[in-house]
Structure formats: C-alpha cells, structure tokens
C-alpha cells in the first residue's frame, strides 16, 4: 500500500519550532497608546449570539495557481464549510486604526518562507486561512497551521490580535484558542491530485484533496499547533476529556511521536481518523467524532450535529419467517435510513449478505411498492430512477448502487422492500443473520446491521 505523509509543520511559527521568533507574543511589542482606559473585553459586549464561524481562503499568496479553476476554489470552500457549520465560538473582529496596528505573519504557501501582512482586517466570527501551493518535501502532500504575529497598541487591541475574546486563551496556561488564522500549502510536483466532492471517480494512485485540506485546517484550528491542544498531551496521549470518552478503546487516545496527530490508524467507530499523520492513496477521510471531539477539548465550542455523521440504518421490526417453497418474505417493513450528516448518496452502495447460517440457497431480492419499480437492473423511486440492482444468492451480496437521483426517502423505501427466501426447500431452517449497511457516503459507511430471519 502506498502511503504518502501529510503535514505538520507550523513548525516555523510554532512556539516549540526551529523559528520560534516569528510567534511574537504581544507584550514583546507591547507599546501602549494614550487612550487605553478600555477594558480588554469590551469590544466583544456587543455580541452575545452564537453564530457559524467563517473561513475566508485567501488566494493572493497561489502564486503557483495550484487553485487555477474556480472548481477547485469551490470545493476547497465546501471543506472549510464542514468547520464553519459546528463552529459557534464568538471571535473579535481585529480592526486596526490610529496606534493600534499590527502584521500577521505566515509561511507564505508559494515559497515556504515566512512572509507578512501589515494592518489585515479579520471580520469577526472570521478567520482567514492564505493557501496555495510549492513543491514539497518527499511524500508530503500539505502542510498548515496557524499564524504568528506582532501587534503594537493598547491592552485591549493586544488582546484582540492575540485571542480574539476567548479569555480561557489568555494567561500562561490556555485552555482556549482564538487564532486570525494562518496559511495551508499543497503538494505541486508528483502528486496526482483528486478534486471531487465525492469519491466517484478517485483512483488508487490519486491523493484526496478533500481529505487533505479537511486535515490542514484542523491545523489551523490548532489541533496540535496550539498550546491549549499542547496542554493536554501527556506522556504520547491526548488527555482532554471529549477525546478520553470518544475513544474507542479505554484510556487516554494515542498521539503520534510528534504528539501533534493521533496516532498512525487510530481508528474511531471503525473509521480511520482525518488527524492522524498520513492517508493511503485513494481513500477519502473526513472528522470522526474522536476529531471534533479534540477541536471541542482545545476550546472550540461545537454544535451538537456532526455533518459529517455516517448514515444509520435500523431494522427494528418483529423478526419475520420464511416458509420453504412459500412466498418470499419481506425483511421489515418498519426498516429506517437516517443521514444526520447530509452526505451525497451518489455512488454509495447499499449491501446485504448473509452472514450467520447461510448456504447456496438463500437469496435476496427487492420488490416493488411504497415507490419502488424495477425496469430491468434499474431501480426506480416514484417513477425517477435511483440508480441500479444486482440480486443475493449464496455468497453473493445483494446490491444497490445509488445515483445521483437517490433521495433518503428512496433509501428507506428501498430497505423496507428487501425480501428473504430460498430458492429450494433443501435450504437448511437455522435462523439467518443478514448484515445490511450502506458504504461510500462521501466516504463514510454506516455500521453493519443486523437482522435475523427465522426459515421454517
Ligand atoms: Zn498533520
């Protein structure tokens, strides 16, 4: 399997990094102006609700035009959407005028070498994210993190600049994390990059866009690349409370050795997470909950909806029973289909096996009703076809591969037609497990179902 590195780096403006000068802390530079009798906080008293945070991406620095269509841009932005939506923390707005001014500093993503913008304008509930592209380093695909800075002013805009109003940043040891943002770089030379907003099309050579910048802009929102992340690290494990409870296994997560991923393959709810170091060629990851569950541990306050929550499935009928040589059976006309996340159905797969009891005989089939028709191997849902069929006998799974067309009601509709029976009455009579579950949801699958069939 071939494995390409993802990032770290923040290095050059990481507090622990080869350049930590250019993480200027405020009170170096603190120059106090006149006019200072303002309360640090008073500039965020006018706000009091939560809204969705914004990613501003700002291509001044894509001197290389790795973004060169406006299709790459728009899906860059849809990645950053995914923050955007759970986000709700309230950032000040930084806002320089008269004495208070200050010069965000960044890698600046064409050259690799720092670079700054004086007196930048960060709306509030905003952060600004300077991307582009370089050739980089061996298998490395990107690289991010946030920014540093130097600001000159009074207290209260010093404080702006440093944490935006989260106090729980302030002090010397954070638990919050109110960045301006900071700047993402991709790979430009020998990689072959995928853009899709699904996975249709994404080859076994080919690097993930989308699952590289979902991981770059966890950097930015210091995952870690912040000292509030940076506090919870304890001895290779990540401590923060969220995490401890999401974790699969007991204890506290694993980190890398550079404790600034999850461990290599830790894996939550059976999906690989998008913060570990690196991701195989031709796979899609987006944030598991064990990933928001460390945005949330770092001081990031989060809405309870994951977007990006993998499809259900639940069959919670009475156990129906199949007669020998009768009618085939329906599998539960109760069957449900939930897709908290919104995820694309196109190109996702829907599939039933048999997995307990099982012989050459057993078979599984959908009928028509509640919406469904058939013509030929196309499925149909209220007269619109959803995509294509192909029937389970022994071994073989049941299949439906959805298309663009295939809405959640027509999922459900199809669950609640799938139908058990044997094609002879030498079919053995031990109760059926069938395993159904729906996989490639924009990467994600749900959880394999279970559903037990009585054969008489
Ligand atoms: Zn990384």
Known sequence: MSWKTLIEFWSQISRCGAQPAQRMRAQRRLVTSESVAVAPCEVLE???????????????????NFFDTQEKKDLFQQVANLYAARITDNLGAITPSGRN??????????????????????????????????????????????????????????????????????????????????????????????????????????????????HELGHILGFGTSESFDNLVLNGRFTGPKSVAEYDLTGNPLLDSDNSHWANAVTDGGLETAMDPAIPLGKRKLFTNLDWAALDDLGWTLTSTNPAASPTLT??????????????????????????????LKGSQLQVSTIMNGGKYDAVTITTGNGITKSGATLKYNGVSIGTYSNGLGTLAFKITFSSKA????????????QFYTTSQQAGTLDRTLSIRILNMNGQNSAPTLKTVHVL
């Not at 969705?52 to 001044?60: E, N, W």
């Not at 001014?101 to 905003?126: I, R, Y």
């Open 407 to 418: 809405s959640n009601e027509a999922v459900e509709a199809c669950l609640r037609n799938l």
């Open 315 to 344: 069959f919670p009928g009475s156990i129906p029973t199949f007669v020998r040589g009768g009618a085939r059976v329906v599998v539960d006309t109760s069957a449900t289909f939930s897709n908290p996340g919104n995820l694309t």
């Open 101 to 214: 001014t200050w010069q965000a500093v960044f890698t600046d993503p064409a050259t690799g070498q720092s670079s700054t913008v004086s007196n930048l304008s960060v709306s509030s509930d905003t952060i600004i994210v300077f991307a582009g592209g370089r050739d980089l380093e061996g298998d490395t695909l990107g690289v991010g993190g946030p920014g540093g800075y130097s600001a000159q002013g009074s207290s209260s805009w010093l404080a702006i600049v440093d944490r935006r109003g989260q106090s729980g940043a302030a002090g010397s040891h954070p638990t919050d994390f109110g960045p301006w943002g900071g700047s993402i770089t991709f790979d430009t030379v020998g990689t072959s990059w995928f853009f899709g907003s699904t996975t249709v099309g994404l080859d076994g050579d080919e690097a993930d866009f989308v699952s590289v910048a979902m």
């Open 46 to 64: 006018a706000r009091s609700l939560p809204s969705a945070l914004s990613i501003v991406i700002d291509y001044r620095f894509d001197t290389n």
